[in-house]
């Protein structure tokens, strides 16, 4: 059965390889982005530009664009990563990133909520970064701080809409060769295709149940720790 997607970050990496997935298994995808691309245009959905997912302005530009639209599963893919070191510091990014990776999903699943019924599900695309029991390097603090703060508010989000029966799945993509890590060529850094992670996302998200609602998981379906 087909089912009604939104995806945001859709543009490229994970978001768009997501949105190709859905568009070929007959699902109907609204596309949310700051800015379209070739790949995504040449895609037969809906595509929702100019929405800067961390602004009231976005958030009710999405809002408004899919103000009569019920939606079965909303991905929240959008995120960036800075780099912030203790010898160099910037505060500001590690606000951008808290503000996109953390605060945005969660505001834009707020908002949405009116579109959203029994049985449809929220799925958050985090990272293993923002695990402390997993954080063995050290550095990265904007981004390890916003995925950890993304992950209990997911947390929270699944046990505030348990009596609706809405599961929400909490992601790591897995180490994905994308514009984030730098992937380029035959020197890429990543472990897996975007692909392969959106595929193995897909499927999680499909099997997702209510009695797994707010679990940690890689990709790969490990269940991973906080």
């Not at 809906?46 to 009231?56: C, G, L, S």
Request: net charge negative.
């Amino acid at each position: 059965m087909s089912k009604t997607v939104v995806i945001t970050g859709a543009n490229r990496g994970i978001g768009l390889a997501m949105a190709k997935i859905c568009q070929q298994r007959g699902d109907t995808v609204y596309a949310l982005c700051r800015q379209s691309s070739l790949e995504l245009n040449n895609l037969k959905v809906h595509i929702i530009e100019n929405i800067e997912i961390a602004t009231d302005a976005g958030i009710s530009r999405a809002q408004s664009a899919l103000s009569n639209v019920d939606i079965d599963l909303l991905i929240n893919n959008a995120g960036i990563l800075r780099d912030e070191s203790l010898s160099d510091f910037n505060k500001d990014t590690i606000v951008e990133q808290f503000n996109v990776n953390a605060v945005a999903p969660i505001a834009l699943t707020q908002t949405l909520l009116n579109n959203l019924s029994q049985h449809s599900k929220v799925a958050l695309i985090t990272s293993r970064m923002g695990s402390i029991t997993d954080n063995t390097s050290g550095g990265r603090y904007g981004y390890r701080m916003s995925k950890a703060a993304l992950n209990i508010a997911a947390v929270s989000l699944a046990k505030d809409l348990a009596t609706k029966e809405i599961a929400v799945g909490i992601y790591h993509p897995g180490y994905v060769k994308t514009d984030m890590v730098n992937a380029q060529g035959q020197t890429s850094n990543g472990d897996i295709t975007s692909d392969e992670a959106a595929m193995r996302l897909l499927t999680l998200m499909a099997d997702l149940t209510m009695s797994e609602s707010g679990v940690f998981k890689h990709s790969n379906g490990e269940i991973l720790p906080w």
